[in-house]
């Protein structure tokens, strides 16, 4: 597997475990020894893994936890570090993300992940990837 | 100078560039071998160093090019690449940057700009470090 769909899997999975709710494999994905941060929509930078995990513990528990949909990934390689770049679809709109991964212990793991609101102007062809 | 004061001293370089309009000194800012990204407020996703640059001679050079303060910077580490995590205080609002930086020529050169508004229910004290 190249380090292109590797990190493209590691994407897959956590938009997978938004989607099912999977607060166990949410906290896997999470980078243990890099520094890790969120920046969710509206919200203020969370840079402390405890605060970015009890974050996503509210959000996935939630009975309000929207449901979601991941298209257009686009990986850049920076050697052991990626970035993704991806659109998600959610039931209050569209959102464009940048989700950065690190390489620890052979394994892609995030880093970081910012998302906010994209103001669409042209109706576009959508290519679903991840649906709940 | 320890690479996070490097960092930020990049970071600072790119809202002078921003905040002076210097268009040649955004270009220089920018990596050249790595690949290069840009999420502005409410756009789509630029994954191209030619449509990245061309956004910016566009901001830079309208005469409604907002004005801008950068503040509350936190650097993440990760070897050869770098995350800077900052607010922005704009005439529209306040957003919330996330900038990565690549180390190229034993420089630190930015390969990714993502900023988005933030909804703040605080008042909060701010430090700015950056005024034009």
Redesign the interface.
Known sequence: MTDKDAVLAANLEFYRAFATRDIAAMDALWARR????C?H?????L?DREAVMSSWDGILSSPNSPRIVCYDE?V??????A?V?C?EELDGGTL?A?N?F?REDGEWRL??H???????RQAEQRRPTRLN
């Not at 890099?34 to 941060?37: G, L, M, W």
């Not at 850049?76 to 570090?81: E, S």
């Not at 910012?114 to 669409?120: F, K, L, Y």
């Open positions: 890099s520094p890790v941060a920046l929509p509206g919200w203020s930078a840079t686009r850049l390689l920076f050697g052991n570090t970035l770049l659109e464009a940048s950065i690190v880093a970081h910012h998302a906010g609101q994209v103001v669409r």
